[in-house]
């Protein structure tokens, strides 16, 4: 039963948990929560009374537009504005103010994915975690059903329960007839039944589509008590479009990248490309390809995430915008033609056109939707300037063909990709980036992005030698550790020298595999790798490989029968394991959740670099709207600050890395300084109040990034668990140019930056056939431990083959595990100018502490001790010894205990 008398905060404070709210999101209901809290919800409400208690907390809010209160929030494209919806719902419902609801939908098939997102049990159910509509979710009548949920809505009405309605325009307009007609059931039509409910609401997806059509006339006749409308671009469609007037909150792309809720968009080009120099067909063709190159690595990346994380595998494809149905057909007959990448794409490319409109049809959206679930397709050529409804998410390349800059920078261009595929960041730098392929209009781009009234920043990336693209197409490598392939004869490429097979005939080698794979499952059961030479731990695994193997080959024989010898191969393999693995065990390190900070006394820098002049009043106040920061507003309705310190510090300590009571003195005192520098060139007190007031996020921002040099977490603590067992090796995954083989990772890359793009073979004692490396640090420190004598075998461990955490719950993966005949040890190579940096340093905190422990696991176990290393990459040199650079910067082992003390 719903329970009204719940307080509004404790309602808001729940949503935003149990929902998962992101900032903006929670921003968004916390305003709708204020704005309630002023204003009673009924019919014929008066308008002006109404608009002045909205305006007096929310002056941005200038007029409802519409014959009922009316309010705009403005969130980027891929921040979740269907999911606010939800949250909207759920929150007028539980305070007891609204149980009826309007969505309206501007086309079909925002309309459809509406009013999937509102049905329970579908992926992407808006009221997830509301425990009130478990039990009995919202009634969701739509426009294909209204005419038939009598029922449902009667149930609905004696149990107190939510009505959604969800239409489109195109709906309302064709059925208006329909709707107004009587129905025998309710006893009046759906129409007037609607327009008589005390409480309906309305909300209006994609708002700026439908301000001018007659559909949203149709529905001001419903007289809703509130709408709440949403949109990425709160202006009018067409030639001149117009600002809305009823923004109450705006939280655009640019912050919506500062937040990592969309991928990051990127603008690439040729290094010293000259457009001048190509006719125009020609710079097609070279974008054209270049466009494949950056599809081909986001690709294979995409693979390697799936194997490395076993997160579902996102199929990319890339977007063509062409001028025109003709120059549409002639790009998709040259991509699918044989000499465009010897004809690989032919039959991967659809072609979709807009309507002579410029507006994409229903037919054409739905082809791009599918492309989600669709991997036949990796080529889109589309015509036009695209619009929203089809979000997808597996979009990481547009190659945007005779567009201008402006264009290219439209939100209508860029938002359609930047949704992220997994919902946040990965880390992987290609999978978190939209790539826009613009040589004819890369300075213009990167200068029209740069102008502070720019929708984003966006960042330059080159194509070939030393730059993030490579010039040529990547392919997938998967390396398999030595000891599988000695085992298996598995994961080896064609013409590849393998080392010496344990196992002579295929069937012995197919057993091996199978008890490679059990050994792999048992690993946490075990103390170390030598309780596999146990006799009864010989035997558990036999048994588990007899009953795996069965299904394939029938019982495989025991000893004494023809055929495999699966005891004697079991202790064949494990003797192998225990031989080419490195014992690393589970030392879980993370800290404790509230990360202690602190930022040390300083002083400014580059203040004469502030130069801001004063606005005129009536941009102070557009500026002001358009940015909707909401303490602005707060003093804007009246309420001045006492100093100008106070505006900085109030933008300030919205900064989670800030702690006001903390850090007090040294904000105030960085205030005075910025304050000063105003007063030193502007003329009156009013003009630094003036420029505080328009440029005060700017100015705190300089501030925070010094403030963040000097900024320490010395008492972080961590909670420490230890887990016996050990880790079989899996297989790794690396990427490389097409059709090349591995390198002799005793010769260097040139440039040496294109390192990080090759795969590496030729060692020796690496638990790996195949190896990458980051930098060429990383490659002369893998030659000088390969051939140093102590060392026994080295890996570069895998993803998340450790568990150490430092700072904000960011993991740490080492560069190097090493062991010798005396020890084992973790070693980072790192640039010479790094060394000191605060993140470095937190990394090698956290992993003195894994040793620590490790260390005093190896004691209790009769294990070797453990070390870590920080090694500046300058010390990496030919005459080096690993002995030698163990003894000038091996780092001693701490326990938890040292660090927080």
């Known amino acids: 039963m719903l329970d009204t008398t719940k307080p509004g905060s404790r309602v808001l404070r729940d949503i935003c948990a149990r929902m998962s709210l992101r900032l903006p999101q929670e921003e968004s209901l916390t305003i709708l929560a204020d704005v309630l809290d002023r204003l009673a919800l009924k019919k014929d409400a008066d308008l002006d009374a109404a608009l002045a208690l909205v305006r007096d907390r929310h002056p941005t809010v200038e007029d409802f537009e519409r014959a009922f209160p009316s309010l705009c929030f403005a969130l980027a494209t891929g921040v979740g504005k269907t999911r606010l919806m939800g949250a909207f719902i759920g929150y007028l419902y539980l305070t007891g103010r609204s149980r009826n609801f309007f969505v309206l939908a501007p086309n079909t098939t925002i309309y459809q994915k509406l009013v999937a997102d509102l049905t329970p049990g579908t992926p992407k159910y808006v009221f997830k975690g509301v425990a009130e509509f478990a039990a009995h979710p919202p009634v969701v009548v739509t426009g294909d059903t209204w005419d038939q949920s009598a029922l449902l809505i009667d149930a609905a009405q004696r149990n107190n329960g939510v009505i959604v309605n969800v239409f489109n325009v195109d709906k309302i307009n064709k059925d208006a007839g329909r709707i107004k007609k009587l129905n025998e059931y309710i006893g009046e039509s759906y129409f007037d039944h609607l327009a008589a409910l005390p409480d309906l609401v309305l909300l209006m997806d994609e708002a700026h589509r439908y301000r001018a059509k007659a559909g949203v006339r149709a529905v001001a006749e419903l ?31 640019r912050e919506a990248m500062e937040h990592g809720f969309v991928k990051e968009p990127a603008v690439a080009t040729r290094a010293n490309f000259n457009p001048r120099d190509f006719t125009d067909e020609q710079i097609e063709k070279i974008k054209l390809e270049d466009g494949i190159h950056a599809h081909t690595q986001v690709k294979v990346e995409l693979e390697m995430y799936h194997r490395d994380t076993g997160k579902r595998l996102v199929h990319p494809f890339m977007l063509v915008v062409a001028q025109d149905t003709a120059h549409a057909q002639r790009l998709r007959e040259l991509i699918e033609g044989d000499a465009f990448f010897d004809g690989y794409y032919k039959g991967r490319v659809i072609r979709v056109d807009s309507a002579t409109t410029g507006e994409e049809t229903e037919e054409a959206t739905q082809r791009l939707l599918a492309l989600e679930t669709d991997p036949t397709t990796e080529i889109v050529i589309h015509v036009n300037k695209l619009k929203e409804g089809w979000d997808v998410t597996n979009l990481f390349t547009i190659v945007p063909l005779r567009a201008s800059a402006s264009d290219i920078l439209t939100e209508q261009t860029l938002g359609r990709g930047l949704r992220l595929p997994y919902g946040e960041r990965t880390g992987v730098e290609p999978i978190d980036r939209l790539t826009i392929i613009a040589h004819d209009r890369f300075e213009e781009v990167i200068r029209a992005a740069q102008d502070p009234n720019s929708l984003i920043q966006m960042k330059a990336i080159k194509i070939g030698a030393g730059g993030e693209i490579p010039a040529e197409n990547v392919e997938l490598v998967e390396a398999p550790s030595s000891v599988e392939v000695a085992l298996t004869g598995r994961g080896l490429s064609e013409g590849e020298q393998s080392p010496s097979l344990v196992f002579s005939s295929p069937e012995e080698r197919a057993v091996a595999g ?13 103390g170390g790798v030598a309780d596999l030479a146990k006799p009864e731990v010989q035997a558990e695994i036999a048994a588990q490989v007899r009953e795996m193997a069965r299904p394939a080959q029938g019982a495989l024989p025991v000893v004494g029968e023809t055929g495999p010898d699966v005891a004697q191969i079991v202790a064949k393999v494990a003797e192998q394991v225990a031989a080419g693995t490195i014992e690393i065990p589970e030392i879980v390190v993370v800290p404790d959740g509230t990360v202690s900070f602190t930022f040390r006394d300083f002083d400014l820098k580059s203040l004469d670099s502030i130069a801001f002049r004063p606005l005129d009043d009536e941009i102070v106040v557009q500026q002001l709207r358009t940015r909707m920061r909401s303490f602005i507003a707060v003093r804007m309705s009246g309420i001045r600050q006492e100093r100008p310190e106070d505006y900085v510090v109030a933008e300030l300590i919205g900064m989670p890395e800030i702690d006001y009571d903390a850090h007090a003195d040294l904000l105030y005192k960085l205030a005075g300084q910025v304050v000063g520098r105003l007063r030193s060139y502007l003329a009156s007190e009013d003009e630094v109040e003036r420029v505080l007031l328009t440029q005060g996020r700017r100015i705190a921002e300089f501030m925070f990034r010094q403030m963040m040099d000097h900024y320490e977490e010395a008492e972080t603590t961590y909670r420490v668990r230890v887990e016996k067992g050990f880790q079989v090796l899996k297989r790794q995954n690396f990427s490389q140019p ?12 040139t440039p040496r930056a294109d390192t990080r793009k090759h795969v590496f073979a030729g060692f020796t004692k690496c638990c790996y056939l195949k190896q990458a490396f980051h930098s060429d640090d990383e490659r002369r420190f893998a030659v000088l431990i390969d051939g140093d004598a102590s060392v026994m075998r080295w890996v570069k461990p895998g993803r998340r083959q450790f568990e150490i955490w430092y700072r904000r719950g960011q993991r740490y993966e080492p560069d190097f595990v090493v062991e010798t005949q005396t020890e084992k040890l973790i070693c980072e190579v790192k640039a010479r100018r790094d060394m000191e940096s605060q993140e470095v340093q937190a990394k090698a905190t956290a992993a003195r502490i894994w040793v620590g422990h490790a260390n005093e696991h190896a004691r209790a176990t009769g294990r070797k001790p453990w070390r870590y290393a920080l090694i500046p990459d300058n010390t990496v040199t030919a005459n080096a010894t690993l002995a030698g650079l163990m003894a000038t910067y091996g780092l001693e082992s701490i326990r938890e205990e040292a660090a927080a003390a």
């Open 223 to 253: 007289k809703p008590v509130l709408g709440l409308e949403l949109t990425a671009t709160p202006k009018t469609v067409g030639a001149r479009p117009v600002e809305f007037r009823n923004v109450v909150y705006r939280f655009g792309l």
């Open 514 to 526: 199978v008890a490679l794979d059990v050994i792999g499952r048992m690993e946490r059961k075990l």
């Open 738 to 749: 097409h059709g090349q083989e591995a390198r002799d990772f005793s010769n260097p890359v």
